[in-house]
């Protein structure tokens, strides 16, 4: 089958029961909704702690920061680099969160394992296969987002080189794909969600931040996304998004965020899921 | 502003409160979710009252089915014509639902009329401009399907067309837009739903069937759909999909569709609207 | 074969010669290079009778310009109507340039028949099949553009409808699809154009202008369609490009225009083409 | 300016005239058009040298070859590795042309630039910035092709990476885009070169191979591609397509180039190229 030429250690043929991927008594995959927040990027000390307070407060269990920032221009702010992630580290001693970061190459993967832990990969690396191969032999859990133009068979193909080198944990994240509708910033695709569901093992979770690019859409997509079957979501929140060194216009303030979680609830509990 | 160029009398500006449409006490747009359900085509009586029958009983308020068929290929089956109608017309008699069917040109309007309670404009449809000004005319209401390439703007704008024509009457459908995505027919774009809820006052409804165009997805994206905000849902049924004339691996069972009725009750409830 | 339930008409091996459309005299699809010229609306007699004269003194073949316009809007300006076709036909007989203009719907189709020698369907149009089959009873060449969103079988399927109702006259007409690449107003897919003379006897032709929205790139992938193997041109031309009443940022004017013919005859030999 | 937010080195505007960058005498962007010819992928000795041999004779003058192979499952042939390198090296010293070949990650830059003339950037890697970054301070011309979901002001941002680090050798390619169509295996973009012409002053090859994915498609493509304004061509050549490891399906064989050479030196000459 070609299938299988593609990959097999993803699939429920290959192994029927869920992956939950557990960090620090958090369980990815699980019956309970996981939700990852918090900045874009990691900017200074008071920014990441209030945030990273004021999320966990409002019941996000994860905490994301970037501290190595890809961008189109090499003139954008480009993140803190370490600096960002010993404030990360800072963070996660502060709330207990285990925390979720991006890496933009093999070079920096081990200063970025002493840090954090779960590994992000970017969707512009989605087929990096050089890092993947890399991060398969890592001990973290790594969270793979799709590729802005990756179809089904190939965003599972990325997660397969990553199970094929020995690493189990991997979180599939859908984070829109680039269409013609420039409305939003990308297409939220979720119908790949209940697909991933039905052919893989592996946990999914869902980024409507990226996915639609509009603070107002967050709260309704966030809804869509768990009502979908995602296992969790990873949503941007900002103390003062409209001074945001990036994405601000698509980051949640800290009431937005906590008045989204409260919503959560109820829709995980229609679709028989905890939160 | 260059939005006011392209449309003015669907935004919110322009009438801030809800379109509630009315049909025989059956309300789009209003608190309760109302689903169409019914045949992609009408093939014959026993077909058409069976379906009708049981959907009404699980609950659809609207009955759809398709009396002329826009097929890609002149081979193919392109629907019963007003024998189709009349079989629509006897179903609704029986079961006191409202129909819906596809118009597809502005010769048939008349006829449809006689039959239909609401008028469909298909995606290959969404931007003939003369068909579009005709319905603008007419006193029913009329389910307009967005474009498989229709930006936002595009979308929006062909509801203005019939609106500026007299007839304020249009429920919006999204239905998924053309990528390079193969995995599912179309890729449902769900993030439409709150962009249209807050920009337009006009009900929008999804069709997770054609969205998607496989079975086993409508049931996630139906509960997708509502948690997005959609005011109703367009699905396929039929109660031998494995023998349907057309659709058939898109179309639920009457059984398949009872169950996604039942939970989409607690869905529905969990962002506060009614089934 | 699937492909054959699609179509069968248009393809090489139902009809290995290639179809040579005679229109006064000029042979579309044999080995002369033909270019449609002129305005994309009709404005006034000057600017209709100032285009055609200056066109066709650089070589153009054939004068297009628009009575009936589609716009996305309905507060946009539609052309000139009936009045505008009457401009064409005066065009027409001072220059002895046959006509094609654009018909939106099956009404007008007897109305533009009197005044026009080629009917065009727009890409919005392209699966409008009561206006293809309408057309297929018509007695004159139909010009069929690609929809934005129709893949190669789509629109070769929308050709069949037309040659199945027993007009054998399809020019099809390469114009740029809908893409995430929004630096030109569509993407013009060049590679269609061997594609389609590989499988169909029918011939194509290339409208740069709309395919690229942009002046300056009228020149290089006009002359990249010929190299490609397409048997004519589709050009916006305008006297006064920067007051025409729509797509002036696309039109050429008429140096520009004469310029391009120049070189086009160079490219067109380079291929084994006339022109 | 936002365009000089994202980028400055690679504009017209700081530099107005043609980077030309000389290899071993071959001049890429000058009046020359220059063709890179070879397999996909290096396999044995035999066919490298058979394949270099040939391609010279006709009129290549760069040897493409892929050692490492990025491949979307982790299952295929992913190329001989350093094996590879040396077999094309040694076609280089055989037949006197540099050598362009892919390089997927930093760590394997050093080794690469051992045996390769020109360090070619995947499409998969066109935003991997660390890459470019490291690539920017390499002496070697780098070949980068643009990602299948870069807009043109990705694909210029990524050249302005590698300038931006000190490198001001960059050879753009435009290799196909991710569109709905599925009749070739990615839409060629050719708009985009004209364009790139327009803004930068670097210059940009055409890989048809990659960009249609049907070797029937490869001839009239490359015409249209020259008559566009491209510098260049990157065509996939084997001496047994049918056997090849990877991509048979797009690669032309011998005598299929040989005659596109020949007819490519008239469509050259006639937009004011030699070949």
Known sequence: ????????????????????????????????????????????????????RNVKKSGAKILRGGAFKPRTSPYSFHGLGEEGLKLLAKAREITKMPVATEVMD????????????????????AQNFSLLKKLGKCDKPILLKRGMSSMLEEFLSAAEYILNE???????????????????RNTLDLSIVPLIKQRTHLPIIVDPSHGTGLRNLVNPMSKAAIAAGADGL???????????????????????????????KTVSKAVGRDL
């Open 106 to 125: 093999t070079e920096s993967i081990n200063l970025i394992c002493k840090y954090a832990d779960i590994l992000q990969v970017g969707s512009r690396n």
């Open 234 to 264: 990873l949503i941007e929140v900002h103390h003062k998004p409209e001074i945001a060194k990036s994405d601000g216009q698509q980051s949640l303030n800290l009431v937005e965020f906590n008045n989204l979680m409260q919503e959560l």
């Open 1 to 52: 089958m070609i299938k299988n030429q593609l990959y097999k250690l993803i699939t429920r043929e290959f192994k029927p029961e869920d992956t939950i991927i557990d960090i620090n008594s958090v369980k990815i995959g699980g019956k309970e909704i996981i939700v990852f927040a918090g900045p874009c990027a990691v900017e200074n000390e008071e920014q990441t702690i209030t945030i990273a």
């Open 166 to 184: 020995g690493n189990p944990n991997v979180i599939l994240c859908e984070r829109g794909i680039r269409t013609f509708e420039t409305s939003t």
